[in-house]
């Protein structure tokens, strides 16, 4: 067996998980397949950049990100077209891409997945030169996000109530989306651009998006009553909203979208600032990844309890400590 190197980058704030004992266990584990750990810990916003930069030059193997979207977008922004692989342990609040792929949010088991070494291709999105791997988003969620961000607690609760707080005041927007040519004008609740199938947290923005498919799902969600967005909301935890009639569905290898003024946008659940002119790319097979063999199909219903029922069974797992 060939003797690979990793670093493994600790977010000691994402999520609200422990992340005690977390280099030990990750050392031993995956000593086993043969792979020595490094491991450096995050300092602020962008630090996982400039760790994996140096991983890269130090010629290790692959960077195991333990945190959530964000930390693997900082990681993975340097890692695209290298062909260090990203391994993820799905330590954040929503874990978008780790759930779209399929890895399991028990450590035990996400590590086992990156110890049998299978890795997948997978496309990215680019906004404005701004890479994205889970989704790209103007409109309600990024005004969620946005104050989602400045909450000092974590965690599904405090998310689920910056929801609830910024739907009660939010307002449509008009945005003009031009893809192949054709533009199309339209006041819209929110567009999500979505490289994977999920926010996180199994709420299904995309239910048919594939992270290897060379395309990108940009989704439209029209202006409509409140109770037709209450509706929305049901959709996107049944994985139904790709039926729902208020969503218009677009595969796109690029696209724009303008608006007449400058908002939050949010870049994997992160909130920032990009202008009113808004260009998106599809970046096809930029990230190796290490990923379960088999790709689920998606079943809506069946799909989203699945998943419901694996957090649950973890959660109880780790207040019995036995994770």
Known sequence: MAHRQALLVVNPVAGTRSKRGLEETVGSRLAAAGVSVDSAVTEGPGHAVELARKAVADGFDMVVSAGGDGTVNEISSVLAHTGV????LPLGSGNGLARSLGIPQDVGEALKIIADGHIADCDRGLVNGRPFYCTFGVGFDAAVSEKFASMKRRGRITYVRSVFREFLKYRSQPYAISI?????????FLIAV????????????APQAKLSDGLLDLIVIHDGSPLSTVKIGVDLLTGYLDRNTRIDTFRISAANITRLEEGPVHVDGDPLKLGTNLDIVCDAASLKVFAPEKEADFKPIVSPLLSMLSDIRYDVKSK???D
Not at 180 to 188: D, F, K, M, Q, S
Request: hydrophobic share 40%; proline share 0%.
């Open 194 to 205: 979505c490289n994977a199938s999920q926010y996180g947290n199994n709420a299904y923005i």
């Open 180 to 188: 192949g040519g054709n533009v199309i004008t339209e006041r819209a």
């Open 320 to 322: 019995l400590g036995l």
């Open 85 to 88: 692989a990203l391994g993820i």
